[in-house]
């Protein structure tokens, strides 16, 4: 079998490893490489530009790439979420293949006290978090070690790519 090549729109090493993996759930022989680009959205998005910062993201790779060998781009992109009077932080996942055609996945979503979503804007999530936690990581406190960002990452990730795989039939 040939070698699946993905192109994903992070230098992170957590997130490219996360994204790999589900990949590799898919397929046996996989080559990945992360490559920094902005997201042309807030550091801290909310809402739609959660989205949207994952689809730019997809969109400046295709542009900045040197040689578009690829089977699939990937981008990754957390945020907050306000709906139905709370406030939640998800990972989406972009993912597109080299026909042009897109799926996004969405991980679970937890909830976020209201009152620390004005800090979250200023500072950002993350370094919000490793105050609150002493950089132990906050998804892995908050969870009695039973989540990481990484699996919220892996699941966004694994929900793109079996909507892309399997859009034919259903």
């Keep these: 079998m ?11 090493p957590s ?13 046996k022989n ?3 490489k992360g490559t920094e680009v902005i997201s042309g959205v807030p550091d801290q998005p909310i809402n739609e530009d959660v989205f949207k910062g ?7 790779l295709k542009k900045n790439l ?5 089977d699939y781009l990937v981008s990754c992109e957390g945020g ?8 939640y932080n998800v990972q989406i996942v972009t993912i597109e293949n080299k026909q042009g055609e897109q799926t996004t996945g969405i991980s679970q979503a937890y ?12 500072k950002g999530l993350a370094k919000v978090l490793d105050t ?8 892995r406190v908050l969870t009695q070690n039973q989540r990481t960002r990484e699996d919220f990452i892996k699941e966004s990730t694994l929900m793109a790519l079996s909507g892309l795989l399997n859009n034919k039939t259903w």
């Design 132 to 139: 609150a936690f002493d950089g132990k990581g906050g998804m």
């Design 54 to 60: 994952a689809k730019n993201r997809i969109e400046f």
């Design 2 to 12: 040939s070698e699946v090549c993905i192109e994903i729109a992070t230098k992170n």
């Design 111 to 122: 909830p976020i006290s209201e009152e620390k979503i004005p800090q979250i804007v200023e």
């Design 66 to 70: 040197e040689e578009h060998n690829y």
């Design 15 to 27: 997130k490219v490893k996360a994204i790999t993996e589900v990949f590799k759930i898919y397929f």
């Design 80 to 87: 907050l979420i306000n709906m139905y009077g709370g406030w």
């Design 30 to 32: 996989v080559s990945s």
